[in-house]
């Protein structure tokens, strides 16, 4: 079972589900947002997306080649549209919203469109209930997407709240693969936004710690920032070290190794005083190779 996010866990499950392996993906559902009429949910996206190889990968979101005819339509019309939302990307999210209407869970929503693009692994929300990330910011309350995309990640940020969680729970679906893996890989995402309504979610945490699987994270930090996305800002304005060895300190209830970047020498120390393995290497995800050379060390840690 792999624990994603946005773009980096994405080259990972790339990586992970090339070996012989029964992968799982559990994804973030904070970053998910309505816009123009459509439910949008960038992770479950992006993880779908990749798997099924047609990902604009670079980017980080959306589809490769993907066109902006609706958007710019949309624009035309005066609709505001600082979320750029492409024609392709666009279908998925109309469907999405289709059979949401419909009476479907967003767990039965993504399985259909994650087998209709031909992705054998199952891509699971973390789950079903309405869950968004919001920052109390210099400019006000702002939904995660506001903050990152309207705002450029410029405000600052004061406090991170996962509205939703504390009434929603992780469905039966995630509670039964994490139950039965023999690993839990957590993906290079950011601690606070993808990883942390996970954990916001009553029972996640002591699901992953009952769990008999070894629980291993990919560090998506060098030094003090991460490899993309505003994780270093997120964790300093919630008090956390914005470094692997912060990382390793918020996973460490259930996290029994860490690899982390071989720029960090100095953090093997403090990490393994807290009793969780840690391992160096190179962990930029640049390549097809590097993204399975790490999904295989991650299995080896
Ligand atoms: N990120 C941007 O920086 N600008 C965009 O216009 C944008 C559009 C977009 C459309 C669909 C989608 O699934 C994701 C999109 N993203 C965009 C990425 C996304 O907002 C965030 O990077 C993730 O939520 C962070 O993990």
């Known amino acids: 079972v792999a624990l994603a996010g946005g773009t980096g866990s994405a080259k990972l499950l790339r990586g992970l589900a090339g070996l ?70 666009l279908a998925t999210c109309l469907l999405r919203t289709e059979l949401m209407g419909n009476g479907a869970t967003l767990t039965q929503a993504t399985d259909r469109i994650r087998k209709a693009l031909g992705v054998k692994s199952p891509i699971l929300p973390a789950t079903d209930g309405p869950v968004e990330t919001w920052l109390l910011t210099s400019k006000g309350e702002l939904h995660l997407q506001e903050f990152w995309v309207r705002e450029g990640g ?11 969680a504390r ?47 070894r629980v291993v994270a990919l560090s998506p930090m060098v030094g003090r920032a991460p490899v993309s996305g505003p994780a270093g800002k997120l964790m300093k304005s919630t008090r956390v070290r914005p470094d692997s060895l912060g990382v390793a300190e918020l996973y460490s209830d259930f996290l029994d190794a860490i690899l982390i970047s071989d720029e960090d020498p100095a953090l093997k120390g403090p990490i393994e005083a807290l009793e969780i393995r840690c391992a160096l290497t190179d962990t930029m995800m640049t390549d097809l190779v590097s993204e399975a050379r790490l999904a295989k060390e991650l299995l080896e840690l």
């Open 20 to 89: 012989p392996i029964d992968l799982t993906a559990v994804v973030n559902v904070g970053d998910d947002a309505w816009f123009y009429g459509v439910y949008v949910c960038p992770d479950i996206d992006i993880a779908t997306y990749t798997l099924a190889g047609v990902a604009d990968v670079r980017r980080g979101w959306g589809i490769q080649g993907d066109t902006y005819n609706a958007l710019a339509a949309l624009s035309r019309l005066g609709r505001d549209t600082w979320f750029r939302l492409g024609d392709l990307d």
């Open 167 to 213: 009434g929603s729970t992780p469905t039966p679906e995630v509670k039964s693969a994490i139950r039965a893996a023999d690993r839990v890989v957590i993906c290079p995402a950011n601690p606070v936004t993808s990883i942390g309504p996970m954990l916001a979610l009553p029972g996640f945490a002591k699901l992953l710690g009952a769990s008999r699987a």
């Open 154 to 164: 410029k405000p600052r940020v004061n406090k991170v709240t996962y509205r939703g």
